[in-house]
């Protein structure tokens, strides 16, 4: 029962050329903030398909958890950039949670999969799709304007990047 997503990037060639230009460091410092800025696209949808499921007689808001973290692990294990996207709080109540306006929302869960009495209301998996290509554009646009401004500098600087 996996979903699966297929993905074709067209017209990234002066991005793939300008990599090839540029070192590592350069690479990873513009990468992750075009990353996180495209993953915020994400964030934000995931905000508002919330606030459409969030039980408002309740201090408990889905859309207040939902946040993007770095993914250090997957980078010291392959020098990849990534960045988790989802719910925060995990799936378990603690004994005793706190009830505030930051109170774990472990049934989040039982709102995107859905229950055998329950059908599913997707919020991160239809934010993910409905957000992609907007989400690989911006991407690939801070990408290249990042890189650009490095070789720039590093130009300015006498220093071939």
């Known amino acids: 029962m996996a979903d699966g997503v297929e993905v074709k990037l067209d017209g990234l060639d002066s991005l793939l050329g300008k990599l090839a230009e540029i070192g590592d460091d350069l ?7 075009a990353l996180r800025k495209a993953g915020n696209i994400i964030v934000t949808q995931i905000k508002n398909n919330a606030l459409r499921l ?15 973290r770095w993914n250090g692990k997957v980078f010291k294990q392959t020098g990849d950039l990534a960045f988790r996207i989802g719910i925060l709080q995990g799936a378990v109540l603690k004994k005793k949670p706190s009830l505030g306006k930051d109170a774990p929302t472990p049934h989040w869960r039982l709102l995107e999969f859905g229950t055998e009495n329950m059908a599913s209301k997707p ?7 409905s957000r992609m290509n907007e989400t690989f554009n911006t991407f690939a646009n801070e990408y290249e304007i990042g890189i650009d401004r490095a070789i720039k500098r590093a130009q300015k600087k006498g220093v071939k990047p």
């Open 123 to 129: 919020l991160v998996r239809a934010a993910a799709t």
């Open 54 to 68: 969030d039980d408002t007689h309740t201090a408990r808001s889905i859309a207040d958890n939902a946040a993007q």
């Open 27 to 33: 690479k990873r410092k513009s990468g992750r903030a």
